[in-house]
Structure formats: structure tokens, C-alpha cells
């Protein structure tokens, strides 16, 4: 059932996961497509996310968005950023130049190069943001050396957070700390639960596929949504991700088709990521554990794979 529409406001609009906006285009949503995008949203009871480029809109369209209840996600680099709820950095040096609001979420989009940066930049957002959200921009790209870098960058990293977890904090960095509190999957569901409107006036599952081949829509406005073979975006029709327990996993279909071209089967180099930080946030539930003597509700069994695909046989 759908949940979320995403309303994509500009061809130019931030991508705030792991696709790379490559439009060459500038067209904002029309004014007629914006308010049946909308009224789409209401009839069918849906959350709202409306995505803005760095530009400002035309005139007239913030009273038109303000008409419905909504998330907003802006890109830190546009002229009403402050108004955001979720603000989208594109780059460490857009992240230190970014002057932080306490309630804001902060998404921050980074090469696997840059990772090493990660234990500074959360000492940086201590305390001045609501959130961290990290998205690796090149997760498919991560060699055997990078797994092991990126083992050790996330042991800086949940010392951080357990330390600020014990001492009472609300450390929320997405890597870490969604796990700690997963007891099923939660990932993106975009083609099941969520569809993107982009300004063409059509559905696709995100914005990433509209990117890779604006034909391949799913419905329109007009026509409402049809999702081709929907059951494949569906975690029970995922053979390996419904056997996994990396709940915070956002489990890209985009990424999926890109890497495997199957909607439904992640990449090697997607599932290990994700169990190299679940197998962290079982370390820092152990500590907490340890250190406070209370009974999270969540377990985190340590297991003897990184990607669930190795254990097939069992299933
Ligand atoms: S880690 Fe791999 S198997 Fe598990 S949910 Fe993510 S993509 Fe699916």
C-alpha cells in the first residue's frame, strides 16, 4: 500500500540518496501538476516530501505547497534552506559551511573516499542538528581494503556513539543508531509503499529511475499509478532481503537494478556495507548493555557472514 509521495519540484531538484541527479533539465513541476500532485496526495491519504532544487521556485508555489501538510527537503546550498526539515549536503566542505539548525535532519552525501572524514563531522554536528543521515555515493564501487577501512572507521564511530549514548545523549547517526532500535526491516519501499512524481507529470518509484530512463514511468497524474510488476519492490518477493536482519538497510531498488539489474537483488557490496554497521551497532548495544544494565528491546546476535547470499543454502 502506498504510503509516501515524493513531489519532485525541479528536473534539477538535490537527490538526497544514493542516484545522482543527471538531468540536464531546468523545468519546475507546473502549477497544474503541483496542485493534482497534491490533491493525488490527499485522496489517498499519503505523506508528502517535496524535494527543491538549489534555485528558488517561481512565484506563487510556496503558498500552493503550504496548502498541504509535508516534509520539506532542500538542499543546504538554496536560498531557503533554513526552512527545511531535512537539509541535503552534497560534499564536506558544503556540510562545514552549513550553519546548522538544532531541529533540522542533515543528510550528508559522500564518496566512500571521504569516509575517514566521518568521526570529525560528527564531533562538528554534535548537539546542533536532529539527525545524521549518511549516504554513500559509490556504495557499489567498495573493494575488499575499503570493507576493512570502512570496518575500522565505523569502530571511531560507535566509540563516539555509545559514549554519547551512555552519557545520556540522543546521538542519531543512521549508520548506528537506527539499528539499535529495528526489530523488523525498514528500508526505502520506494515502488511499494512510496512513489516519486517528477515535473513531467509522471510516477516512477524514485527519482533515480526517472533519471535513467524518463519512459519507463509508472502511470501519471491522469492515468494514476501503475506499477509494473510491483510485487518485485515488495520485501516478500526479495529472496535475499527477507532473509536478512540488517533492518536499517535502505535496500536501494534503484541501486539493485543498477548493480544486478533485478529491482529485487542487492550487490555484494550493498549487503556487506550494511552488516559491517549492523555487526557495529550490535558492539554498541553490548556496551550499553553493559554500562547501564537495562534490557533493550532489540538483539543483535553476532552472526559469521556479511552478505546474506553466502548463507542461501540454510534458507
Ligand atoms: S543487507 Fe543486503 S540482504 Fe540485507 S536488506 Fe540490505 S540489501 Fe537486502
Not at 516534509?71 to 526539515?85: F, H, L, Q, R, V
Not at 526491516?185 to 518509484?205: H, R, S, T
Not at 539493485?256 to 539489474?261: A, G, I, P, V
Not at 555487526?279 to 557472514?305: H, K, V
Request: proline share 4%.
Amino acid at each position: 500500500m502506498l504510503k509516501y509521495l515524493v513531489i519532485q519540484l525541479a528536473d534539477d531538484a538535490a537527490s538526497y540518496c544514493h542516484y545522482e541527479n543527471v538531468s540536464k533539465g531546468v523545468q519546475f513541476i507546473s502549477v497544474e501538476n503541483l496542485k493534482t500532485a497534491i490533491r493525488f496526495g490527499m485522496v489517498e491519504n499519503l505523506n508528502i516530501q517535496f524535494i527543491y532544487p538549489k534555485r528558488a521556485l517561481p512565484d506563487g508555489y510556496a503558498e500552493i505547497i503550504e496548502t498541504i501538510d509535508h516534509t520539506k527537503i532542500i538542499p543546504c546550498a538554496a536560498p531557503n534552506s533554513k526552512s527545511a526539515d531535512i537539509v541535503v549536503c552534497n560534499s564536506i566542505e558544503e556540510i562545514e559551511g552549513y550553519n546548522f539548525d538544532k531541529e533540522q535532519i542533515v543528510i550528508l552525501r559522500i564518496y566512500r573516499s571521504e569516509v575517514n572524514e566521518l568521526p570529525r563531522i560528527y564531533d562538528l554536528l554534535k548537539g546542533k542538528c536532529a539527525r545524521l543521515n549518511v549516504v554513500l555515493r559509490d556504495v557499489e564501487k567498495f573493494s575488499e581494503g575499503d570493507f576493512e577501512d570502512y570496518k575500522s572507521l565505523l569502530a571511531q564511530l560507535g566509540n563516539k556513539v555509545t559514549t554519547s549514548l551512555i552519557e545520556g545523549g540522543n546521538a542519531q547517526l543512521n549508520l548506528l543508531t537506527d539499528r539499535l532500535v529495528l526489530n523488523t526491516m525498514n528500508n526505502c519501499n520506494a515502488g511499494d509503499e512510496v512513489v516519486a512524481i517528477m515535473p513531467n507529470g509522471k510516477f516512477y518509484p524514485c527519482a533515480g529511475f526517472y533519471y535513467d530512463n524518463p519512459n519507463e514511468d509508472f502511470g501519471d497524474l491522469m492515468r494514476g499509478v501503475q506499477i509494473k510488476k510491483r510485487q518485485l519492490f515488495k520485501l516478500s518477493y526479495a529472496p535475499i532481503c527477507r532473509h536478512c536482519d540488517a533492518y536499517h538497510c535502505r535496500r536501494c531498488a534503484w541501486l539493485n537494478r543498477k548493480t544486478t539489474l533485478e529491482v529485487n537483488t542487492p550487490s555484494h557490496e550493498q549487503c556487506v556495507v550494511a552488516h559491517l554497521e549492523r555487526n557495529e551497532s550490535g558492539r554498541i548495544l553490548s556496551s550499553i548493555r553493559e554500562a547501564c544494565e537495562y534490557e533493550p528491546e532489540t538483539t543483535i546476535p553476532e552472526i559469521d557472514y556479511l552478505d546474506p547470499f553466502e548463507k542461501r543454502k540454510e534458507w
